[in-house]
């Protein structure tokens, strides 16, 4: 009998010492990131640079993009804010993207890629409650060509009287294209507004000496997925 009573009143003494051990284990955890994912789809605008022998870029094309995105923000505003609204945030994506271009040949040049956008993002209003979402991004897009059309592609210069014929396939599988844009989440709804530019770093191929740019605007249905 003493030795439970004896239990009994360590058992007591031991309740303040767990308490104070579980505020203390709340407090190191608590939650201030926030991941979103979601659905993504967007339009792009291309353009092209020329190649040495003849004018073949003629125009922007319209093309299509779409996806999924994962972005994760970091930190609160303030004390009193909710997880997920500081100063800085990341995002990656997987996703289609089309680029299409006017020519001066019969036919305008299509290429699809899979593209991987890694990107750095800053709220540089976070402590204004309006325009907290605002964001600004940097990063790279890296890509790898899925297809090409048409096969070829026949420009005439008119002042060397000849002809230049550039082959698709010959074109290179992969580019790296920088990346700065801007967008705005709409608070509590998950909508994601944002425009890029993308700027090429790559020439299509040796005998292709072309960079190709592209600005495009998007839009996003972002879920919070987790809380960290």
């Known amino acids: 009998?003493?030795?439970?009573?004896?239990?009994?009143?360590?058992?007591?003494?031991?309740?303040?010492?767990y308490a104070q051990s579980t505020d203390f284990d709340e407090t190191v955890k608590e939650k201030n990131n926030v991941l979103f994912?979601?659905?993504?789809?967007?339009?792009?605008f291309t353009s092209m640079t020329q190649p040495k022998e003849v004018d073949l870029y003629d125009g922007n094309?319209?093309?299509?993009?779409?996806?999924?995105?994962?972005?994760?923000?970091?930190?609160?505003?303030?004390?009193?804010?909710?997880?997920?609204?500081?100063?800085?945030?990341v995002a990656?994506?997987?996703?289609?993207?089309?680029?299409k271009v006017k020519t001066t040949a019969d036919k305008d040049l299509t290429i699809s890629y899979f593209e991987v956008p890694?990107?750095?993002?800053?709220?540089?209003?976070?402590?204004?409650?309006?325009?907290?979402?605002l964001y600004v991004e940097l990063g790279a897009a890296f890509a790898g060509t899925l297809s090409k059309s048409p096969s070829e592609l026949t420009v005439t210069n008119p002042a060397l009287y000849s002809e230049f014929t550039y082959?698709?396939?010959?074109?290179?599988?992969?580019?790296?294209?920088g990346i700065v844009g801007l967008g705005y989440t709409v608070p509590n709804v998950g909508f994601d507004i944002n425009?890029?530019?993308?700027?090429?770093?790559?020439?299509?191929?040796?005998?292709?000496?072309?960079?190709?740019?592209?600005?495009?605007?998007?839009?996003?249905?972002?879920?919070?997925?987790?809380?960290?």
């Open 195 to 228: 425009a890029r530019y993308y700027l090429g770093t790559c020439k299509l191929a040796k005998n292709f000496p072309c960079k190709m740019n592209s600005f495009e605007v998007s839009v996003a249905y972002l879920f919070n997925v987790a809380d960290f």
């Open 37 to 44: 994912v979601g659905p993504k789809v967007g339009v792009t």
């Open 118 to 133: 890694v990107l750095a993002q800053i709220y540089p209003l976070a402590h204004m409650s309006g325009v907290n979402p």
């Open 61 to 89: 094309g319209l093309g299509l993009s779409g996806g999924l995105q994962a972005k994760t923000r970091f930190g609160r505003a303030t004390e009193n804010s909710v997880a997920g609204t500081g100063l800085f945030g």
């Open 92 to 99: 990656l994506e997987l996703k289609y993207k089309q680029n």
């Open 1 to 17: 009998m003493k030795k439970i009573l004896l239990l009994v009143l360590i058992s007591f003494n031991l309740i303040p010492i």
């Open 167 to 177: 082959h698709t396939g010959e074109l290179k599988g992969f580019d790296v294209r």
